[in-house]
């Protein structure tokens, strides 16, 4: 069926945006971005600095979890959930990869499910689940790389999307995270090296891991990699030695070896990756791990080719493993504390291609799962399939931003202004069923005292602004925490100050440093080179 719509997807350009995407990934991996990460036997291991500012979940008075199920690749949100109100137009568009009524099974009169996902219909009969029709942004951008970054973000412009949504949150709540840890670690991010989610301005605040089989050996082990088994040679020694230091970048394996270790699967997985990701997850939060978010990634979503046999694969593995990880919970009463919701970067086109697959589009299909839900049921309205955009694209219904809005102010407790100053402006909260289980939402607000390291003068210096007369105490860090003296130690009045962070010229070796600035007995800290 040729398409009466300009046809978006161009091979060389679709091959670079790839390319691109993975470069992100790549340089993660050699710890040439976000939180320092190498690659070693041909994995990539990320691992997070270790910060307070994650104490923001930590220590919430919720125990309440988030898990966040990523589609990697752009999910098509028709053959999702299909749209049986007007299932003559969905079946004009798509004539050969339509999923037909009796292949399907009923979430009401007007929308169905394909019956490879027929695991999800006892969550749904049992008021566990919801679906947000039309999820979106406006001025959908066609890229993964660059979509996946507004998602990641909640931002509009480019300086918006450098940051993720839960790396702001936490770097602003606790300002001091470079040189203080918390005990747990508040997320745990499985895959997708190159989101941005959990990034801030200073690092990473994820544990991370390459993939499931990473993560179990974490938790078995309390260690990534064996250091005893090695070949008896100079090789050997060198292996061992690489080895160690990746083991010690993992600050939080112990606890997440303990918890482990505490609970057990009381549900039978399949061998799929995406149901390995979800039984690590549920034991860690059935262990008491205290980790309040954690991502899990299913790739393959980029189906421009043969998308009945693809898509319906994947979804099946989505649907059990969903299945099996909620009634894991359930098997041991944590099933009320724990909200999924699926993710993706963008839905694809209605109209098929040439290739029996569907090309990147606009809005699709949002899942949720969990009994917090109170009820199962659709949110928003769906898109009209005969008024798509120009780019022959459905327009969405709900910004996905209004969807994040909820969750971190009704399901994580998370206070107002708060989740506007994350998020970047006050969206709607989306109506999802979920409410606050505590009295108080987290009273925090986000820290107005801005520093900043600038260069001149062969030396770097720190700008910073003072509201009121203040005592200001400045302190030196190499990259092991250990201090290396003040360098400055006042009473200031209200204004303006600059601050050289080597007045003494001492010569540092060339690398990272850290300042960290007490005002009034808090602490800022930020990261700085000498390049001297």
């Known amino acids: 069926m040729k398409s009466k719509h300009k046809n978006i997807k161009n091979t060389d350009t679709h091959d670079q945006e790839h390319a691109k995407w993975n470069r992100r990934s790549f340089l993660q991996a050699l710890g040439l971005a976000s939180s320092g990460s190498i690659l070693l036997a041909k994995t990539p291991v990320s691992a997070m600095n270790p910060t307070a500012l994650t104490q923001a979940l930590a220590e919430s008075n919720s125990d309440r979890v988030l898990v966040i199920i990523r589609l990697k690749g752009g999910n098509d949100g028709l053959n999702t959930v299909i749209p049986a109100y007007d299932y003559s137009t969905y079946s004009n568009i798509r004539p050969n990869i339509k999923i037909n009524e009796i292949s399907s099974f009923a979430l009401s009169d007007e929308f169905r499910m394909p019956d490879y996902m027929l695991d999800l219909e006892s969550l749904w009969n049992n008021d566990k689940m919801k679906v947000v029709h039309g999820v979106g942004y406006p001025n959908q951008n066609l890229s993964h790389f660059t979509s996946a970054d507004i998602w990641s973000s909640a931002g509009n412009t480019v300086e918006q999307t450098q940051t993720g949504v839960f790396g702001r949150y936490f770097e602003n709540l606790y300002p001091d995270y470079l040189l203080n840890a918390p005990a747990i670690p508040p997320a745990i991010q499985i895959g997708s090296l190159s989101n941005l989610l959990f990034t801030g301005n200073e690092a990473g605040y994820a544990f991370s891991v390459a993939n499931p089989d990473q993560l179990q050996t974490i938790a078995q082990n309390g260690v990534a990699y064996d250091v005893q088994n090695l070949p008896g040679c100079t090789y050997g020694d060198q292996l061992g030695w690489i080895r160690s230091i990746v083991n010690t970048t993992y600050t939080y394996a112990g606890v997440i070896h303990e918890a482990y270790n505490n609970a057990t699967n009381d549900a039978t997985y399949n061998n799929s990756d995406i149901s390995k990701q979800l039984a690590i997850v549920a034991r860690l939060i059935k262990g008491n ?10 790739d393959g979503f980029d189906t421009h080719a043969d998308e009945i046999a693809n898509h319906s694969q994947l979804m099946l593995d989505l649907s059990n493993s969903v299945n099996k990880f909620f009634a894991d919970l359930d098997s041991a009463g944590y099933g009320q504390n724990v909200l999924a919701m699926t993710i993706s970067e963008f839905g694809r086109r209605p109209e098929e291609n040439a290739s029996l697959g569907t090309d990147h589009g606009a ?29 022959g694209n459905l327009q969405h219904t709900t910004d996905f931003r209004s969807v994040y809005a909820a969750i971190l102010e009704d399901w994580l407790c998370i206070d107002s202004q708060v989740v506007n100053d994350t998020l970047f402006h006050n969206y709607t909260r989306a109506e999802i069923g979920v409410a606050c289980n505590t009295a108080n939402y987290e009273d925090f607000s986000f820290n107005q005292f801005i520093h900043t390291p600038i260069y001149k003068n062969n030396s770097v210096y720190v700008q910073f602004e ?5 005592s200001v105490s400045i302190e030196i860090f190499n990259v092991l925490g250990k201090t290396l003296g003040k360098v400055y130690n006042k009473r200031n009045l209200a204004g303006n100050y600059e601050v050289d962070l080597n007045p003494n010229r001492n010569k540092y070796t ?13 602490k800022y800290s930020k990261s700085f080179v000498s390049v001297h």
């Open 289 to 298: 791990l205290g980790t309040k978010i954690y991502m899990v990634t299913l």
């Open 363 to 391: 809005a699709s299909t949002m899942m949720l799962f969990g009994e917090g839900l109170n009820g199962s049921g659709f949110v928003s309205t769906h898109p009209d399939l005969s008024n798509l955009d120009p780019n």
């Open 466 to 470: 003072l509201k009121n007369a203040s």
């Open 510 to 522: 060339i690398g990272q440093y850290f300042y960290q600035i007490n005002v009034g007995g808090k």
